[in-house]
């Protein structure tokens, strides 16, 4: 898979910051979440979203059909014929991990003096058995971008957003808006399988 421009920032991917949160944070609305355009035949309907916190002040946003993805995060649960919209957001000042501010952050930017906002997104269906359907070398947009409006990672906040996104192999564009609570969980260690429910 193709990794973006800041390798700092991927190397925080999977510091997951673990704490409680109250379920009247948790990103388990519709309302804010739209998308239009298809990837290999699947168009995401979103029912609900999330964003949790990493370290240094980046960030993971999830756009999920499934109605309550926070719920399922922190109960290591998935769902089957589900359609997710992944987000790693990070933000660089002369190659240094700086906090997310609003403003756009590029699928294709590369590395370099001065700032850099650089976003990895990825477009997956989940089939029957809670697996992903799309190539490692698909699933990755390689261009188009990610507008952030507003960035709030403490308890109780959200990001809100835009994003314009091409993905492999024929060029197919997804876009849309997104606004993600807060939820924080915490990431289950390496070769640890979720519950695949109905």
Wanted: aromatic share 6%; net charge negative.
């Amino acid at each position: 898979m193709r990794r973006s421009a800041l390798p700092l920032f991927l190397l925080t991917l999977g510091l997951f910051v673990a704490c409680s949160n109250d379920p009247d944070d948790a990103g388990n609305l519709a309302e804010g979440n739209t998308s239009s355009g298809s990837v290999a035949g699947h168009t995401l309907v979103p029912a609900s979203a999330l964003s949790t916190p990493l370290e240094g002040g980046t960030a993971w946003v999830i756009i999920s059909s499934q109605a309550d993805v926070c719920a399922d995060r922190k109960g290591q649960t998935t769902r089957p014929n589900i359609d997710i919209l992944t987000f790693q957001l990070g933000r660089a000042v002369d190659n240094e991990i700086a906090p997310l501010t609003p403003g756009e952050y590029d699928a294709a930017a590369v590395p370099g003096p001065g700032e850099v906002r650089a976003v990895e997104a990825e477009f997956n269906h989940v089939d029957d058995d809670c697996k992903a359907t799309r190539p490692n070398d698909e699933e990755e947009a390689t261009s188009g971008s990610v507008t952030l409006t507003k960035v709030d990672l403490s308890d109780g906040g959200l990001i809100e957003g835009t994003f314009d996104l091409v993905f492999p192999p024929n060029g197919e564009r997804l876009t849309g808006t997104f606004r993600a609570p807060v939820c924080n969980y915490e990431q289950p260690s390496v070769g640890e399988d979720w519950t695949c429910a109905p």
